[in-house]
C-alpha cells in the first residue's frame, strides 16, 4: 500500500504509474501514464470517487490476507486523514495517451456541478464515535418550485441507501411553509466502523439537478500502529446482514491492529478466472476483491479471441507475464513455419535490438529477453509472424521499502528543537510518522514537519513542551521503527527579583524581574489573576517578564506575584499608593446650594478621599460642629462625611464649611443650606372661552412660593354634579393659560389650580364658576336655487348633518353683491324652516347667496352657493312627469280612496286644467289640489261613475303640456241574466246561461255552478271558475231531482247572487238512450291582438329597464321588436322574452342613447298588429342618488337643470 508524507515547506509534485487498460482500470493491458498535478483537499473526494468508482482498479495477483500490494509512489503533500491509507485516492491523474478517459469527463462534470443549482445548504463532513448518532442535512428553497424536489442518498457510487432505511439508517424529509424551504435529513443510528466512507446527495427537479458529496468518519480505540489490508478492503461488507451486498470502500480508511498470519502462496486470479466457468466469474471477483469485474471479462473475451489456432505461431504467448523491478523476464514464441519474419512491439511501436531488449532464435522458437525491468515496461507487448500476431500483458511490481536505519530514543528540554531521524531503502520512499499509535497530521501551523534527503526521513519538533513526551513511531510498506521521546525541564534561574514599589495616585507602576529560561509565566495580585485591560499591561520578551500600571489608583494597592509556568518558584512584590484629601462635590447645584424643607431631616453625605484616611472637620460662622451630638452635627466614614439637621428650620439657612487634612496636604469646600416650604394656593380660575368639548381658562400665580421658584401648576376638573376630581395633566404646565379637552357637550364643570415648586404640591384653589360646553352646529346641506323672479330669489337647503347637544334655533340667510364682500342679513329673525325667499333684489343683479345654523353657541361655519344667481325670471316649459304605476289604467275598487300625486315643472307657476272625458271636473265629487311642483286628485269613496279618462293640462304662458290617466272603478258582477237545463241524460245533465247585463265594470273571469237536491235544497259547488257559458253536470243520483244556480266573477269576487233554473232535472231510474248532440266545429283562428299594451316608461341610467305587453292570436303570432323603426337583432345589449302571450323586451343598463320610440310587432296568416311607446333615460348616477333618498322627480329635474346652467360647457 502507497504511504503519504507530506513537507510543510514546498507544494510536491508526483507521477503515478500504473498499468492501466484503455478503459482505465488496472489489469492486463498497455500502460496509461499519468500527468501529475498539485494535491488540494478539496480534490480528494471527487477523485476519491473518479478512482474508486469509475476506474474500477483490480488487483491482478494477491499475497495471502493482510499484505499489502507492493505499490509505491513519490511523496505528495498530505490531505485529510481519511486519503492519507488508501491507494486510490493518492494521486490526481490525467490521461496523457489513448481516447479520451473516463476521469477527465468527470472532472468536467463536478467543474460543472460545483455551483449549487438547487441545494441551499450541503451535507457537511462529520465525525462519529462507534456506537453514537450522527445526522446529515440537506436544504432546498422551494421558493421557485411547484412541486417537491426528488432527493436520493448513495455510499460511495453505487448503492442507493433508500433500501437500508431500518434500524440504523433513517431518511427525513420536513416543509417549512413560511420560509418556503425542504430539509431533507439522513440519521445514522449507532455508527459502526463499516458505516464510514463517502456518501453522496442527490436532488432532482424537471431538468434540474444537483449532488454533494460528504464523508463520515468512525472512530475507534486506538491501538498498536495500524496495519492496512487493501484486499481485505476492497471486499464486499455485510456478509449475510441487512446491508449485505455494499461495496464497503470505507475499510481503507480504518485503523485496524497489527495481525500475524501465515505466508500463503500467491494466487494467479487472473488464471482462475480464464480458466474458471463464467457462473462463477462474481463469486471469484467477490472472494479476491475484484472491484472491476467488467473490465476483466472485456480482457478475458479479448485474450479468449487471441488463443483461437494460429496459422503462424505454434505456440503463442502467455496471457500474462510478471517480474519484479530490475528482474528480467523472458518471452517465447514458437513458428509454424521457420522462415517467417518476427517482429516484436510494445504498445504498437516496434522493439530493436540493445542491452535491454535481447532476441534469440533457437529453431522454431522466437525469444525476446527484457533486461532491468522498471515500471516504464509495464505495458502491452504482442509479436507479428506474417499477418498474424499474438500479445500478452507484462506486469512489473515494486519491491517493499524497509528501514534499513531505526529510531533511536531521544532526551530533552522544553523549548528546543527536536529531530527524530531514520533511513529506508529507497530514496524518496513515501513513509507515515505516528505518535503513541495515532498518525501525526501534518500543516501549515503544526509544530511536526518532515524533512526528507534522499533515503533519510526526518521528524522535526519545534519548540518541544512536556506534551511532546511520547512514543514515536514510523512505518513504510516493508517494515517499521519506535522510539521514545522524553522532554524535560530546565533548572530555574532568578537574575532579577520583583522590588517593592510606593508611588502617588496616577502615576506609572512597573513591576519588572527577569529569569534564565525564556518560558511564560502567571501574575496574580492578593491571590486573584491580574486581568490585562487599557491601564494594565503584561509584558513578556525573552527572559523578562513586566507588568505595568499606567495610571496609578488606590485599588491597586496590594502583593503582586509573578510565577513562571511550569516552575513552583513565585516571585513577590508589594506596591503601595497614597493620595492628597479631595472633596466630592459632583451632586451637588453649580454654587452648591443644597435646599431642604422646613420640618424635615437633613443628612447631607459628603464623599471624600484621601491615602491615608484624612481628618474631618465641620464649621458654620467660625463656630465648629461637634460629632455625635445636637440637633446639628457631623458624622465621619471611611470614604465619606455628613452633616445631620434633624429638623431643618428657616434659621438654619446660611453657609457651611468642611475641612480635610492628612500627611499628603489639605482641603476645603463651603457649602450653602437653604430650608424652603410648599407655596400658597393660586386665586381661583377664570373661563374665558368656552367650546363643544374644550374652554380655555386662566389664572394668576400664587402670591407666596414658598421660597422656591413656582416650577409649573396641575388642573383639575370634575361635573358640577359630581365630588369627584379628576387631573388633566401629567406633566407640570408652565404657563398661566390651559385649554382643557374631551367634555362632554351640554354637562357642567368646574376647574381648580394647584402649584408645583421644588418642595412639593399647594393646596388647592377655589374652583372656577361652573360653565357649560357648547357647540356650534355644522353647516348646512344642499343649499340650492328653489325659484327665481325679477325681484326675488327662493333659496332651499338641508338640515346640519351634525346638531349637537345645543340643539338647532334656526338658520341666517345672507347675500352680497358680485364685485362686492359686504354681507347682507336676509331674514331679520331666525327662520325654522329650510326655505326662504329674498326680496326686493334689483332685477338683472347678480347675488352670492351663503346660509349659517344658529344655536346657543352661536352660528356655524357657513354654506355658500357656489355660483353667482342672476336676478331675473326663467321661463321653464312645463313638463308633466306621470309616475310609472300611472302610465297603466289605474284600477280600484268601489268604496276605496282615491289619491294620486301628478309631479310637474315649470316656472313660472303654471296654470293646471283637469277633465274627465273632455268635460271640466265636478270639484264636488272630485277634490283637486294644487301646489307649485304637483297636483293630487283625491276621492274619498270611489264609486263606478269616477271610472273614466282624466286629462291633465300644465300651461306656462304660451308653454303647454297635456297628459292622460286611465281610472278604472270596478266592483261585482251582477248574476247571469238567465239559467237553463237544456238536456239530461243518464246521470249527467246539460247547462246553459246567458252572462250578466253588469259585469261590474270589468271582465268576468269565470263561473261558479252549483247543486241543490230538492229534497234538503242544500247548495253544493259542482264547478268553480269555469269560463264558458255552457256545462254538463255529471255523477248525479239516479232517481234524484236537482235544481242548479250560477254565479258570475270578476276580479273583485263572486256575484252577490246567483241565478237559479226555473225547472228542475230529474235524473230518471229507467234507460234512456242518449242522442249525441251534433256540433259545428268551432273556428279558433284569430288574427293577432294587444290586450295590453305599450306604455310609455322612465328609466334610469345604468338600471335594466323592461317594456311589457300581452298579445293573443291563433296561429301563435311571430313577435318582433323594433327600435325608431329598426328591428332589434342579435344586439346583447337587449333580451326578449315571450310567455303565455306575454311580451317582455329588457333593456341591460341604459343609457341616454337608447332613448327612443320602441314598438313591438305580431304577425300571423291572418293579420299584422303594433304597438308603440316611448322610452325616457334619465341623467345617471346622481339623478338615482337623489330618487333613492327620497327627493320628488320635479326637485331632481329642477337641481339637474340648475347644473346645466352654472356649467354651460359641459364640463
Request: charged share 30%; hydrophobic share 35%.
Amino acid at each position: 500500500m502507497t504511504d503519504v508524507m507530506s513537507e510543510p515547506p514546498r507544494a510536491v509534485k508526483f507521477q503515478h504509474l500504473c498499468a492501466l487498460d484503455r478503459g482505465g482500470a488496472c489489469g492486463i493491458g498497455r500502460p496509461a501514464v499519468y500527468k501529475a498535478r498539485e494535491f488540494s483537499p478539496s480534490a480528494c473526494q471527487t477523485d476519491q470517487q473518479h478512482l474508486s468508482a469509475s476506474l474500477g482498479v483490480s488487483i491482478i495477483r494477491h499475497r495471502k490476507e493482510g499484505s499489502p500490494p507492493q505499490c509505491q509512489s513519490p511523496p505528495r503533500k498530505r490531505g485529510p486523514p481519511y486519503l492519507e491509507s488508501n491507494l486510490f485516492t493518492s494521486c490526481f491523474l490525467e490521461w496523457s495517451v489513448g481516447e479520451s478517459p473516463v476521469g477527465e469527463e468527470q472532472d468536467k462534470q463536478n467543474a460543472n456541478t460545483s455551483q449549487s443549482v438547487l441545494f441551499v445548504e450541503k451535507p457537511q463532513n462529520g465525525t462519529v464515535k462507534v456506537g453514537e448518532n450522527i445526522t446529515f442535512i440537506a436544504k432546498v428553497e422551494a421558493k421557485d418550485l411547484l412541486r417537491k424536489p426528488t432527493v436520493k442518498w448513495f455510499k460511495g457510487k453505487w448503492m442507493d441507501l433508500a433500501s437500508k432505511a431500518g434500524k440504523h439508517l433513517q431518511l427525513k424529509e420536513t416543509f417549512e411553509r413560511q420560509t418556503r424551504m425542504y430539509t431533507f435529513e439522513m440519521q445514522i443510528i449507532q455508527a459502526k466502523e463499516n458505516y464510514a466512507g463517502n456518501y453522496r446527495c442527490e436532488v432532482y427537479y424537471k431538468d434540474k439537478s444537483d449532488s454533494c458529496s460528504f464523508d463520515l468518519e468512525v472512530h475507534e480505540s486506538t491501538g498498536t500502529t495500524p496495519n492496512i489490508d487493501i484486499r481485505s478492503a476492497f471486499k464486499r461488507s455485510g456478509e449475510g446482514q441487512e446491508d449485505a451486498g455494499e461495496l464497503d470502500f470505507s475499510g481503507l480508511l480504518k485503523r485496524r491492529e497489527v495481525k500475524q498470519q501465515e505466508e500463503e502462496p500467491e494466487i494467479d486470479v487472473w488464471e482462475l478466472l480464464k480458466n474458471a466457468n463464467p457462473n462463477e466469474y462474481e463469486k471469484i471477483a467477490f472472494q479476491y476483491g475484484i472491484t472491476d469485474l467488467r473490465g476483466m471479462l472485456k480482457r478475458l473475451k479479448r485474450m479468449r479471441r487471441v488463443e483461437k489456432k494460429s496459422a503462424a505461431f505454434s505456440k503463442i504467448l502467455d496471457p500474462a507475464y510478471q517480474v519484479d523491478k530490475g528482474g528480467k523476464v523472458r518471452f517465447v514464441v514458437e513458428l509454424a513455419d521457420p522462415k517467417l519474419e518476427v517482429k516484436w512491439y510494445k504498445n504498437g511501436q516496434e522493439i530493436r535490438p540493445s542491452t535491454k531488449y535481447i532476441f534469440e532464435h533457437k529453431g522454431c522458437q522466437r525469444i525476446m529477453f527484457i533486461n532491468n525491468c522498471q515500471m516504464t515496461d509495464d505495458s502491452e507487448y504482442y509479436v507479428t509472424a506474417g499477418d498474424e500476431k499474438c500479445s500478452t500483458e507484462l506486469f512489473v511490481r515494486e519491491p517493499p521499502i524497509m528501514v534499513t536505519k531505526q529510531l533511536e530514543d531521544t532526551k530533552a528540554y522544553c523549548g528546543e528543537r527536536v529531530e527524530l531521524e531514520c533511513e529506508v531503502s529507497e530514496d524518496d520512499a513515501n513513509v507515515k510518522w505516528f505518535k503513541n499509535g495515532e498518525e501525526i497530521v501534518m500543516g501549515p501551523k503544526s509544530r511536526y514537519w518532515v524533512k526528507v534527503e534522499g533515503k533519510k526521513h526526518i521528524l522535526i519538533i519545534e519548540g518541544a513542551t512536556k506534551a511532546d513526551s511520547a512514543e514515536y513511531s514510523v512505518m513504510t510498506t516493508g517494515g517499521q521503527s519506535s522510539a521514545k521521546l522524553s522532554v524535560d525541564l530546565r533548572p530555574l534561574k532568578i537574575l532579577q527579583p520583583l522590588t517593592d514599589i510606593t508611588e502617588k495616585l496616577g502615576k506609572e507602576i512597573c513591576l519588572k524581574c527577569e529569569i534564565s529560561e525564556n518560558i511564560s509565566g502567571k501574575w496574580t495580585k492578593n491571590g486573584l489573576p491580574v486581568q490585562e485591560g487599557e491601564r494594565l499591561k503584561v509584558a513578556h520578551k525573552g527572559r523578562i517578564h513586566k507588568l505595568v500600571i499606567a495610571s496609578a489608583l488606590i485599588e491597586d494597592e496590594g502583593e503582586y506575584v509573578f510565577t513562571p509556568d511550569a516552575y513552583n518558584i513565585p516571585l513577590t512584590a508589594k506596591v503601595h499608593v497614597i493620595d492628597p484629601p479631595k472633596i466630592y462635590l459632583d451632586g451637588l447645584d453649580a454654587d452648591n446650594t443644597v435646599t431642604v424643607i422646613a420640618g424635615s431631616k437633613l443628612r447631607l453625605e459628603i464623599p471624600v478621599s484621601g491615602e491615608p484616611a484624612p481628618k474631618v472637620m465641620w464649621s458654620r460662622a467660625d463656630k465648629a460642629i461637634a460629632e455625635g451630638g445636637g440637633r446639628i452635627r457631623s458624622e465621619s466614614y471611611p470614604d465619606s462625611s455628613t452633616l445631620v439637621i434633624d429638623v431643618a428650620e428657616r434659621e438654619d439657612s446660611g453657609v457651611y464649611n468642611i475641612n480635610l487634612k492628612n500627611e499628603a496636604g489639605e482641603a476645603h469646600a463651603s457649602i450653602k443650606i437653604k430650608v424652603v416650604d410648599l407655596p400658597d394656593p393660586p386665586l381661583a380660575p377664570n373661563v374665558s372661552d368656552v367650546g363643544d368639548d374644550w374652554c380655555i381658562m386662566n389664572w394668576e400665580p400664587p402670591a407666596n412660593d414658598g421660597g422656591s421658584p413656582i416650577l409649573g401648576y396641575f388642573i383639575e376638573r370634575k361635573k358640577k354634579q359630581s365630588s369627584r376630581w379628576m387631573r388633566l395633566n401629567f406633566d407640570l404646565i408652565k404657563e398661566t393659560t390651559f385649554e382643557p379637552k374631551k367634555m362632554i357637550e351640554g354637562v357642567a364643570y368646574e376647574v381648580r389650580i394647584f402649584a408645583v415648586n421644588a418642595i412639593g404640591i399647594s393646596k388647592p384653589s377655589i374652583p372656577s364658576k361652573p360653565f357649560v360646553p357648547l357647540a356650534v352646529t355644522s353647516p348646512p346641506t344642499l343649499l340650492a336655487v328653489d325659484s327665481v323672479t325679477d325681484t326675488t330669489v327662493t333659496m332651499k337647503w338641508r338640515p346640519p348633518d351634525q346638531i349637537g347637544a345645543a340643539g338647532l334655533d334656526g338658520y341666517v340667510l345672507e347675500y352680497c353683491f358680485e364685485g362686492t364682500e359686504d354681507w347682507i342679513v336676509a331674514n331679520t329673525e331666525l327662520i325654522d324652516k329650510t326655505k326662504f325667499t329674498i326680496t326686493g333684489l334689483p332685477t338683472d343683479a347678480r347675488i352670492f347667496v351663503r346660509v349659517k345654523a344658529v344655536n346657543a353657541a352661536g352660528a356655524s361655519e357657513p354654506k355658500y352657493y357656489g355660483q353667482p344667481i342672476l336676478v331675473k325670471e326663467i321661463i321653464e316649459q312645463p313638463k308633466i312627469r306621470i309616475p310609472r304605476h300611472l302610465k297603466q289604467t289605474y284600477i280600484r275598487r268601489v268604496g276605496e280612496a282615491v289619491n294620486l300625486v301628478i309631479p310637474f315643472q315649470g316656472k313660472p307657476r303654471p296654470e293646471l286644467t283637469w277633465k274627465k272625458d273632455g268635460v271640466d271636473i265636478d270639484k264636488n265629487q272630485i277634490n283637486i289640489r294644487n301646489s307649485e311642483t304637483d297636483t293630487i286628485i283625491f276621492i274619498r269613496k270611489a264609486e263606478r261613475s269616477h271610472s273614466g279618462k282624466y286629462d291633465l293640462e300644465v300651461k306656462v304662458e304660451k308653454y303647454v303640456e297635456t297628459a292622460s290617466i286611465d281610472i278604472q272603478i270596478v266592483d261585482r258582477p251582477g248574476p247571469p241574466q238567465t239559467v237553463k237545463i237544456e238536456d239530461v241524460w243518464g246521470e249527467n245533465a246539460a247547462l246553459v246561461w246567458t252572462p250578466p247585463k253588469d259585469d261590474g265594470n270589468a271582465a268576468i273571469t269565470g263561473y261558479t255552478i252549483q247543486k241543490a237536491d230538492k229534497k234538503s235544497m242544500e247548495w253544493f259547488t259542482v264547478i268553480e271558475h269555469y269560463h264558458r257559458t255552457s256545462a254538463t253536470i255529471t255523477e248525479l243520483v239516479i232517481g234524484n231531482e236537482y235544481y242548479f244556480r250560477v254565479f258570475a266573477e270578476n276580479m273583485c269576487g263572486l256575484s252577490e247572487e246567483a241565478t237559479m233554473t226555473k225547472e228542475s232535472a230529474v235524473i230518471a231510474k229507467d234507460g234512456k238512450v242518449y242522442k249525441n248532440p251534433v256540433y259545428d266545429d268551432f273556428d279558433f283562428t284569430e288574427a293577432p291582438m294587444f290586450t295590453q299594451p305599450l306604455v310609455n316608461t322612465y328609466a334610469i341610467a345604468g338600471y335594466n329597464a323592461t317594456l311589457n305587453c300581452s298579445v293573443r292570436g291563433n296561429p301563435k303570432p311571430k313577435i318582433t321588436w323594433m327600435k325608431n323603426k329598426v328591428a332589434i337583432v342579435n344586439d346583447p345589449r337587449y333580451r326578449m322574452f315571450s310567455n303565455q302571450g306575454v311580451c317582455t323586451l329588457e333593456i341591460r343598463k341604459p343609457s341616454p342613447y337608447d332613448g327612443g320610440t320602441y314598438c313591438c310587432k305580431a304577425v300571423n296568416d291572418l293579420g299584422t298588429v303594433e304597438i308603440e311607446c316611448k322610452l325616457e333615460v334619465k341623467g345617471g348616477l346622481s339623478f338615482c342618488r337623489l330618487l333613492l333618498q327620497g327627493v320628488p322627480p320635479n326637485i331632481i329635474d329642477s337641481y339637474l337643470r340648475d347644473l346645466e346652467s352654472s356649467n354651460p360647457e359641459g364640463n
